[in-house]
C-alpha cells in the first residue's frame, strides 16, 4: 500500500513539473485521454455521439470536458471538475522596464499568495501566437531554466519586514529579467526558444512558474 501512495504521488508531483501552464496541462490531458480510447470532438465540425464510447472537447487550449456514454438508458450521472491553472503572475504586453536592469511588468493572476514566490528561480511559459503562410498558429512555451527572480530588500534597507507588509506588486514584485537595458528582450528570447523569427510573433500568454 506504501508503494501505492508514493508512485501516485510521484506521478502527480511529475505531472505538475511537466505542465507548468494551463496550456500544457490540457494539451497532456488531452493526449493521455486519446490513449485511453477517448475521442476528441471539434466544436465547429458535425459530429455523431454513439453509445458505450468515449468523447472529450477542448475550447481554447484552457478548458476540458471529456465524458462517456453509457451502454445502456441510465438515469443518473456524476460530474467532476477541477482548475487547469493555478495562481501565479501574469506577464502584460509590451513588459519591458529598462534601466540599469531589466524588469518585467506583471499582474497577479487567481487568488495569489505572494511572499513564497519572493528570492527563489522563476521561468516563463505558456502560449505564443505566430503568423505562418498567412494563418494564425499556436506553439506552446516553457523556457524550462532559471530565467528571472522576484528579489526582496536586505533587512537593513526595510527595517519593517518582519512587521507585516502590504506589497505593492508593481514596486516590490517586478521580476528582473537581467542586468543592463535590454528593450524587447522577452520576444528574443521566445524567438530563440521556440526556433522562429521574431517578426511572426503576433501576441503571447505567459506567465511565472517555480522552478
Given amino acids: 500500500m506504501d508503494n501505492f501512495y508514493e508512485k501516485e504521488t510521484q506521478e502527480f508531483i511529475d505531472f505538475i513539473y511537466d505542465n507548468p501552464s494551463t496550456y500544457h496541462v490540457v494539451k497532456d490531458l488531452g493526449n493521455r ?12 465540425k458535425p ?18 470536458i471529456a465524458f462517456k456514454v453509457p451502454k445502456s438508458d441510465f438515469n443518473s450521472y456524476s460530474l467532476v471538475s477541477a482548475h487547469t491553472d493555478s495562481p501565479c503572475f501574469k506577464i502584460k504586453q509590451n513588459p519591458e522596464l529598462c534601466g540599469d536592469y531589466t524588469t518585467l511588468n506583471v499582474e497577479t493572476y487567481g487568488g495569489l499568495l505572494l511572499s513564497p ?4 528561480p522563476l521561468s516563463i511559459a505558456g502560449r505564443v501566437l505566430v503568423e505562418n503562410e498567412g494563418k494564425v498558429e499556436t506553439r506552446l512555451l516553457a523556457f524550462d531554466r532559471d530565467l528571472v527572480q522576484i528579489v526582496s530588500l536586505a533587512i537593513h534597507q526595510n527595517r519593517t519586514a518582519n512587521d507585516g507588509i502590504k506589497y505593492n506588486v508593481q514596486k516590490e514584485l517586478m521580476p528582473i529579467l537581467g542586468l543592463g537595458s535590454n528593450p524587447g528582450i522577452l520576444k528574443q528570447l521566445i524567438s530563440e526558444k521556440l526556433g522562429i523569427s521574431k517578426d511572426i510573433i503576433l501576441d503571447y500568454d505567459l506567465f511565472l512558474y517555480a522552478r
Fill in 33 to 44: 485521454l486519446e490513449k485511453e480510447g477517448f475521442i476528441q470532438l471539434e466544436e465547429d
Fill in 47 to 64: 459530429f455523431k455521439i454513439e453509445k458505450g464510447k468515449s468523447y472529450f472537447v477542448s475550447r481554447n487550449g484552457t478548458a476540458l
Fill in 117 to 120: 514566490w519572493f528570492d527563489r
